[in-house]
């Protein structure tokens, strides 16, 4: 029976749990995660638990932080002056806003802070800093 290598194209079901056990993620009720094994769809660990199994086969990961939404950087962290924002925007704390970035791509930020002259906004994964432990099953190679 053939198994996950590099470049194969794979069908998995999986859960994403917390630490904690929180589950922040699963494909139960969703089709199969498909994705090329090696191509930088998924996170690093995620793909390195895939490799090697056969189809059917079911794997448990605890993946760490740095090969998963890596570290949490305070670089990511940044206050803004409410006139930098459009006054119609009303905004609060736990909203995520989409901004455009110096590099011209778009980002989602969470907002962590709002006082009366700005915000402070959060760039980082919601993910990132955390180990996580995924389920995962192998569905099929194509």
Do not use: W
């Amino acid at each position: 029976m053939p198994e996950v290598k590099h470049g194969d194209t794979v069908k998995v079901h999986y859960t994403g749990k917390l630490g904690d056990g929180t589950v922040f993620d699963t494909s139960a009720e969703r089709e199969p995660l498909e994705f090329i094994v090696g191509e930088g769809a998924v996170i690093p660990g995620f793909e390195q638990a895939v490799l090697g199994l056969q189809p059917g086969e079911s794997t448990e990961s605890t993946i760490d932080a740095d090969n998963a939404y890596g570290p949490r950087s305070e670089d990511l962290i940044t206050e803004v002056q409410k006139e930098q924002i459009p006054p119609e925007l009303e905004v609060s704390v736990g909203q995520q806003l989409q901004v455009s970035m110096a590099n011209g791509q778009n980002a989602i930020v969470l907002v962590t802070d709002v006082s009366d002259a700005s915000i402070t906004i959060d760039a980082n994964h919601p993910l990132a800093g955390q180990d996580l432990t995924f389920s995962i099953e192998l569905v099929e190679i194509l």
